[in-house]
């Protein structure tokens, strides 16, 4: 039984003599995935999360602006443009129309913005 240190040194070792990950792994008593990624790093790097610059780029205000969708909407969150009759005219991660307050349904905003 090798070390669990001495494993992915070892497992490096094998693959330059051209053995395969499956192959490796029975060898070493080590599972499949974590030999895949010590022989192939690159594929197995995790993306790096976009950076969020926009004031509202992680949606946090969606959630308490009075335009957002009420009801069994399923993942349509905002209601600007069937509330007002008009678009917002910005994307929602620089959204300029945010209003804090409860969700406000179709009809009780009808005639708020003529």
Not at 13 to 26: P, V, Y
Not at 51 to 71: L, Q, Y
Not at 83 to 107: F, L
Request: include cysteine.
């Amino acid at each position: 039984m090798i070390p669990a240190e001495n494993k992915r040194e070892k497992a490096l070792e094998l693959a330059k003599e051209g053995k395969g990950a499956a192959e490796i792994a029975r060898m070493i008593d080590a599972k499949y995935s974590t030999v895949y990624s010590w022989l192939n790093p690159d594929k197995c790097k995790k993306p790096k999360p976009e950076s969020k610059t926009a004031s509202n780029a992680d949606r946090h205000k969606c959630r308490t602006c009075m335009f957002r969708a009420t009801g069994n909407t399923k993942g349509a969150g905002c209601s600007y443009i069937e509330i007002t009759g008009h678009s917002r005219k910005c994307s929602v991660e620089e959204c300029s129309v945010y209003q804090k307050g409860n969700a406000v349904s179709k009809r009780k905003m009808k005639g708020f913005y003529e």
